[in-house]
Nanobody
C-alpha cells in the first residue's frame, strides 16, 4: 500500500508557473513508476506525464511538452511537476499516481493502482 499526498496547487494567471509535489509513504518509493494525471470539470481523467523508477525516463502528453517537467527525488519520496507557461486549458484537478509494476510509458489511469486526493490548479486568462 502506498499513500500519496499532493500539494502546490492554486490560482495563477496565464503565463505563470506552479510546482506540484506528491509525497509518498508506505512502501519503497523507488520501486514505483510515478505519473501525473488531470481531470477538468466534466471531462475524463487524462494523462499528463510519467517518470520511471530511477528518474531517467519520462513521458509527456503532447500539449504539455516543453512547458511541464516531471522529476522525482527518491531520497525524499517525492515526485514533482513543474508547470510553466500555464494556459487556461490547464485548469483541472491534478492527481499523482503510482504503480509497482507498470512501465513509465503507460498512459492509462487503469495502469496505476495508487492515487492521491488531487490538488486544484486554476489558470485565469
Amino acid at each position: 500500500q502506498v499513500q500519496l499526498v499532493e500539494s502546490g496547487g492554486g490560482l495563477v494567471q496565464a503565463g505563470g508557473s506552479l510546482r506540484l509535489s506528491c509525497a509518498a509513504s508506505g512502501r519503497t518509493f523507488s520501486d514505483y513508476a510515478m505519473a501525473w494525471f488531470r481531470q477538468a470539470q466534466g471531462k475524463e481523467r487524462e494523462f499528463v506525464a510519467a517518470i520511471g523508477r530511477d528518474g531517467r525516463s519520462t513521458n509527456y502528453e503532447d500539449s504539455v511538452k516543453g512547458r511541464f517537467t516531471i522529476s522525482r527525488d527518491n531520497a525524499k519520496n517525492t515526485v514533482y511537476l513543474q508547470m510553466n507557461s500555464l494556459k487556461p486549458e490547464d485548469t483541472a484537478v491534478y492527481y499523482c499516481a503510482a504503480d509497482r509494476w507498470t512501465d513509465w510509458r503507460r498512459r492509462g489511469p487503469s495502469d496505476y493502482d495508487y492515487w492521491g486526493q488531487g490538488t486544484q490548479v486554476t489558470v485565469s486568462s
